[in-house]
């Protein structure tokens, strides 16, 4: 049970034991699921969290695509500026609190000739610290966490970009993820990291090639430029050749795609 008494909700846990020993607990309140059910869907909640950082730092995927934008319903809830900014306050206070207790315990712990005055002076840093803390709790806690948007100032009301052209780009971004994420596993067995054939494909898509039409052999040579080093060469010396032997044509000129690396 989760809270107390009539505030208190009835939840399952189900720990996943690997082989090294390490656990990963998942709480939930859907008791009706087994444990594989709710093993397997939080790994997928995973998977895409995991998809969405890679996304947002290779492909900048809610990067700016345009400067069009357009406002927010008035009625919409959102966090509070003054209350997050409060918070970040909070946070932040206690993070030194953090580190100025850190510092008092070596100084208290440290075998050597210990300072006094610094002792005290670590003391008093934490007692104002923590009175300036207590306050700004007391300030958040006055100040609402969310507000509706029609309640800022003008300049304070957040807008979103036009929403049909970013789902565009994000579609475009997608599909190159797909890709790319195709191109890794034929290059794994060529690589021992699934990290570095990531790395590989992505120096891939921006390196330079040769493009040349044969009319009468009816294909069309892509000749990429070498990679850093021999390995990286050879890996991808590989994995053109599947790609030539999947026998792909263009879709327009219908002249087979031939890949080599020069």
């Known amino acids: 049970m989760l809270g107390s008494g ?3 909700i009835p939840v399952l846990e189900v720990r996943r034991l690997t082989q090294t020993g390490h656990q990963t607990t998942i709480i939930t309140t859907a008791r009706n699921l087994s444990s594989p059910v709710l093993a397997g869907r939080m790994f997928s909640r ?3 969290e995991n998809f969405f950082r890679y996304m947002m730092e290779h492909y900048d995927i809610d990067g700016l695509v345009q400067y069009g934008h357009q406002e927010l319903p008035g ?4 966090v509070n500026p003054a209350w997050r900014t409060l918070d970040k306050a909070v946070r932040g206070n206690l993070y030194k609190l953090r580190k100025l207790h850190a510092a008092l ?6 075998d050597t000739d210990p300072c006094l005055q610094k002792q005290a ?3 008093q840093d934490i007692k104002q610290l923590e009175a300036d803390t207590n306050d700004l709790r007391l300030q958040r ?3 609402k966490r969310k507000v509706c948007i029609g309640t800022l100032p003008k300049d304070q009301r957040p807008q979103e970009l036009l929403p049909l052209s970013k789902m565009l780009t994000d579609t475009i971004k997608m599909i190159a993820y797909r890709a790319e994420t195709s191109l ?3 290059l794994r067995p060529h690589l021992g ?3 570095d054939a990531r790395a590989l494909i992505r120096e891939l898509f921006v390196s330079a090639a040769d493009i040349e039409p044969d009319e009468q052999g009816k294909r069309l040579l892509i000749r990429i430029h070498r990679m850093a080093t021999p390995a990286q060469d050879k890996a991808i010396a590989a994995l053109l050749t599947e790609l030539t032997e999947l026998n792909f044509h263009h879709p327009e000129t219908g002249l087979e795609m031939v890949y080599e690396l020069t």
């Open 6 to 8: 009539e505030a208190s």
């Open 46 to 48: 995973w998977c895409q």
């Open 75 to 78: 009625t919409t809830e959102i």
């Open 105 to 110: 315990g070596c100084q208290l712990l440290s």
């Open 121 to 123: 002076e670590l003391h």
């Open 141 to 143: 806690r006055k100040t």
């Open 184 to 186: 890794v596993g034929l």
């Open 193 to 195: 990291k699934e990290a």
